[in-house]
């Protein structure tokens, strides 16, 4: 499946310990990322990441691009609840579109705990029936 991950910069430090812990289950899945949020997971994890731009730059709007056209399985997008930033109206269109595909969206730690488990169980199976070709 393929897997997004962006990361607030407060929280990237969470999101590396999450990809350290649950590494196994994700280098059986593709993976891509915004920017430094991929690099600081590639580094500490090497799992193979595909990184687009900082999300500052338009790299959550390529992930969103992606999303768009159904072809990301699981967001994990771990969020600063204080955080304001001025590409916020970008963000809020990943989930609006996360919501039109019904795509499994985590938004902080906990919530990507019960993902990550569900979906080496096989819960998110049905994502390989709508976007079969990843
Ligand atoms: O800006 C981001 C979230 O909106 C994430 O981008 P980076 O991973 O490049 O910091």
Redesign the pocket.
Known sequence: MNIA?????SK?ELMVQFCIAYCGILSRHSLC????????VAEATGLNIQR??????G??QQIAARIACNEIDLLL?F?DPLNT?P??P??MNLFRLCDMHNIPVATNIATGEGLIHGLERGDLDWRNIVNPKF
């Open positions: 991950l962006i990361a607030h910069d990237k990322a915004t920017g430094t949020t991929g690099k600081m687009f731009l900082s999300g500052s730059q790299g959550d997008f969020r930033n590409h916020e970008n963000e």
